[in-house]
């Protein structure tokens, strides 16, 4: 008998013989198809070859395409477990042919490789072909095939169209009669619907392209796309009608019993069927960078995952189960999609972390289902409130309810469903238009509501293709924008980084078969990436596909400060103790920023130290590795957070460096380890190399270093030689003697620069030589305003510091004057700041001052502005935000 793994190989090198290069399956979240949630047959990876938009190095292919039909469209999750031949994830063998080869080649591949190689018997085989194309039925018949086994199909299921206009053509498709003691008849009688004949194979002969007016012309590149389901040959070609009777099922069935206890052939067996299917697409799904969350496809995953556990559940397993079953997995597919070992770590963690959660609240939320239907009367609905209370309290998705209930004979009212989720939303729009932001941004809830929150695809790639989901001038939504106009740009998904937890946001392009346009930052509301752009060829329209590009040189330089910034962190506690915590960073495309609380400077041996270090984990080289788990695990772990972040269900763990003895890590050899939703280079060596630029004050108790990686490092090193050697040509003295006096020169100027800024610091909580400034009472508020000169803005969060330790309760706000540049600061001592904003007072006070924004934490927030004449008119502003 020849396993599924037999049968793949087989198919593939039939047709490498064939001189078709054997092209790897593209991932599951497609780059080049925007209109997909996920791959779902074999030619999406080649769809640009079809259309004649991309050239590659063959004119035949052949691939065996992992696929996912579980979400949109195609979507078979609710029959999964239930038939004999419906899955969420399947594999697709196929044989592609771009302008080389057409009906002539592509029939008796097909015919040669099913009756010789497979040694299928040919009087068990039927075949149909559109009803005009009597090329395929002449083929057929010069073949071999008898002329009553060749079927004219006059409908659409023989005709193929990749959309309402462009590439299409006719079909033919190759049947297995699985005998008469199977109800069914052949494709085209009343009974076509049985499961007696099957359908093995299928060509697609693309050969016309459709115009909006419905005429049809030839095409000048006439293709082949084929497709043959792994699961559905295997079943034949052992002897079954049940994909799930093959020897990959078996195997993962058996893996499932053992972990279950339960028999897996008995009443219970439709649980195990889930269970195996749903196990290799979440798998895939989670080795291919998808993540359960309650967004787009991190949402189908979960949803996925949480039918499979629910199904667990009912066999009886009280620990969680899937995770034990990735071995059997990767044992039996490992070899053929080596992505699948080299993820096991992340997917057996991503399982069971999820499968723990949500074993939290499924008894409860079953005891609830049980609890509504036992007052419902035979046949009826379950509430939508009562849904929706499932779903929004105890992360049942609505389709894990109607599973739950089609086996008591009970349905959902969805429309009350969808009713409760409608005026949930309208709450969390109405909280969040309420919190300070610009009232013009709700518009992104309505994007949102109408198109989903925006799949990011930046973790694995820096180019792609999506659709236009809305475009946004000057806060409302348009159809269309020309050039030179600035537009925010919503896309159904994207490789463009979202400013986020330091990182700055991503720049790049946006193509589109008209227009081109310049992405100059890219910022997230409500769930939906925006991405603001300037419009510089042709326009942008609504509903349009897009080629993505985000800069690759800059994109890369911030992966490399933002991975330093990790190092750095440990370099630090390891040099300066346990006590050092992160307190905000800077990833920028030019320089890394990192505070940390630290009560003193940095000796210059320390400094040396802590950049030693970073630089000896660099050269090291290791594999930057990333992954999925609860927040709680994370910490167990020793993973570091983010003072005062919020995280979710799951977070990113990044971990980077092998240290002996650091305890931290799995075999207690991490280095670095840390809960990040950024983007990171793949090896330390990537960073290049690693020079600190000093450090300051921050704030009260908060140091900051900010640092150069990679190439700006070098050059900064070189910069620093050439002073030392203008240095020593001017003193007319060997290079060598000139570093001690330099040193001394530059140690004694950092002396007198931080005595002055002290100096000033000092002078203005005093009130520059005139009575310090007085505290005002607004509404029960402690409020100090003051205007200072000679203070330059970096040194206002010190002073803010200072004036909240002196209040205890209460806000601040400074307006600095130094060198022509006006600075404005403002902060909130910890317990008013849940009702009073920082930011809300440095943007009233900014306005007043000719500046534009603003931003911060509640606790502290800075801003710019032109002119500080209007400063008593700025401190009233704020004043006015006190007092409500």
């Known amino acids: 008998m020849q396993s599924l793994n037999d049968i793949r190989s087989t198919f593939l090198n039939y047709f490498e013989k064939q001189g078709h290069a054997a092209v790897p399956s593209s991932p599951l979240v497609p780059r080049n198809d925007p209109t997909l949630m996920f791959v779902n047959s074999g030619m999406v990876q080649f769809k640009n070859l079809f259309t004649g938009l991309e050239k590659r190095d063959y004119a035949r292919a052949t691939s065996a395409q992992k696929c996912v039909r579980a979400g949109g469209k195609h979507n078979d999750l609710d029959n999964v477990g239930y038939t004999a031949r419906h899955h969420t994830f399947f594999e697709m063998l196929g044989n592609f042919s771009f302008g080389d080869y057409f009906k002539e080649e592509a029939i008796p591949f097909a015919w040669n490789l099913i009756t010789g190689e497979f040694g299928i018997p040919k009087d068990r085989l039927y075949v149909t072909v559109y009803h005009t194309d009597d090329q395929a039925f002449d083929i057929w018949k010069k073949i071999g095939v008898p002329e009553e086994r060749i079927i004219r199909i006059a409908t659409s299921d023989n005709f193929w169209q990749m959309g309402p206009t462009g590439p299409c053509g006719p079909c033919t498709e190759i049947f297995y009669d699985h005998g008469d003691h199977i109800w069914g008849g052949p ?203 499932l779903y929004d309290t105890y992360g049942f998705p609505l389709d894990l309810t109607q599973d739950a209930l089609r086996e008591k004979g009970f349905g959902v009212d969805t429309d009350g469903f969808d009713a409760a989720m409608a005026e949930q939303k309208a709450k969390a729009r109405a909280a969040w238009s309420g919190s300070g932001e610009a009232a013009d941004a709700t518009v992104w809830f309505d994007v949102a509501d109408a198109n989903g929150a925006t799949d990011f695809l930046g973790y694995d790639t820096e180019t792609a293709e999506a659709q236009i989901t809305a475009l946004v001038v000057e806060g409302a939504e348009t159809t269309a924008a020309e050039a030179g106009t600035t537009v925010h740009i919503a896309l159904n998904q994207t490789p463009f980084y979202a400013e986020s937890g330091g990182q700055v946001g991503d720049t790049g392009l946006i193509r589109t078969e008209n227009g081109e346009a310049r992405v100059v930052d890219t910022r997230k509301t409500a769930g939906v990436f925006v991405h603001i752009a300037e419009v510089t060829k042709g326009s942008l329209s609504k509903g349009e596909a897009a080629v993505l590009e985000v800069d690759h040189t800059r994109r890369q330089t911030i992966r490399a400060n933002h991975s330093a910034t990790h190092l750095l962190h440990e370099a630090l506690r390891e040099t300066l103790g346990e006590h050092v915590a992160q307190r905000g960073s800077l990833n920028a495309p030019d320089r890394l920023r990192f505070d940390f609380s630290h009560t003193k400077a940095l000796s210059s041996d320390e400094l040396r130290q802590v950049e030693a270090d970073v630089n000896a984990y660099i050269r090291q080289n290791s594999t930057v590795e990333t992954r999925i788990m609860t927040p709680d695990d994370a910490r167990a772990l020793g993973a570091q957070a983010l003072f005062g972040e919020k995280y979710g269900d799951e977070v990113r763990v990044v971990s980077m460096g092998k240290h002996a003895g650091s305890g931290k890590g799995v075999g207690g050899d991490t280095y670095s380890l840390e809960l990040c939703g950024g983007t990171h280079v793949r090896q330390t060596g990537d960073i290049g190399a690693f020079v600190t630029l000093g450090d300051s004050a921050s704030s009260a108790g908060v140091r900051r270093i900010e640092a150069l990686t990679g190439q700006a490092a070098m050059d900064h090193l070189r910069a620093q030689d050439q002073l030392l050697a203008e240095a020593a040509a001017e003193l007319k003295a060997p290079t060598q003697d000139v570093p001690a006096r330099l040193k001394l020169l530059l140690e004694e100027r950092k002396a007198l620069t931080s005595e002055v800024a002290q100096l000033r610091r000092d002078l203005a909580m005093s009130g520059g030589g005139q009575s310090a400034p007085d505290v005002q009472d607004i509404n029960g508020t402690a409020f100090i305003a003051q205007v200072v000169s000679g203070v330059m803005g970096k040194d206002l969060p010190a002073l803010i510091d200072e004036h909240k330790q002196r209040l205890g309760s209460g806000a601040v706000l400074l307006i600095a004057d130094a060198d022509g540049k006006v600075a404005v600061a403002a902060g909130v001592t910890q317990d008013k700041a849940d009702s009073l904003s920082a930011v809300d007072l440095v943007k009233a006070a900014v306005a007043e001052l000719g500046g534009k924004g603003g931003g911060g934490r509640a606790d502290l927030a800075q801003g710019g502005a032109k002119d500080a004449s209007n400063a008593d008119a700025a401190i009233a502003a704020a004043q006015a935000i006190i007092g409500g």
Do not use: C
């Not at 693309?206 to 012309?217: C, L, R």
């Not at 559905?232 to 972990?259: C, M, P, V, W």
């Open 187 to 389: 494709p085209g009688s009343p009974e076509e619907d049985g499961d007696r004949f099957i359908e093995i194979w299928n060509i697609v002969f693309m050969q016309n392209e459709q115009f909006e007016d419905g005429s049809m012309v030839d095409l000048d590149m006439q293709s082949i796309d084929t497709g043959m389901g792994l699961e559905r040959i295997g079943a034949l070609l052992q002897g079954s009608h049940d994909n799930y009777d093959t020897d990959l099922f078996k195997s993962l069935i058996e893996a499932s019993a053992q972990a279950t206890g339960v028999d897996p052939y008995g009443d219970e067996n439709v649980h195990h069927r889930v269970i195996a299917d749903h196990l290799r697409s979440t798998s895939f799904l989670i080795a291919d960078g998808v993540m359960p969350s309650n967004d787009g496809r991190g949402y189908v995953l979960r949803r996925i995952m949480r039918r499979a556990m629910r199904h667990a559940h009912l066999l009886g397993a009280k620990d969680p189960v899937m995770h034990q079953l990735v071995p059997a997995l990767v044992r039996q597919m490992g070899a053929a999609y080596p992505e699948l070992g080299q993820a096991q770590a992340m997917i057996t963690e991503t399982l069971e972390a999820e499968e723990k959660r949500f074993k939290q609240t499924l008894e409860r939320g079953l005891k609830l289902l049980d609890e509504e239907v036992g007052g419902l009367r035979d046949g009826a609905d379950l509430s939508g409130a009562a849904a929706f209370k």
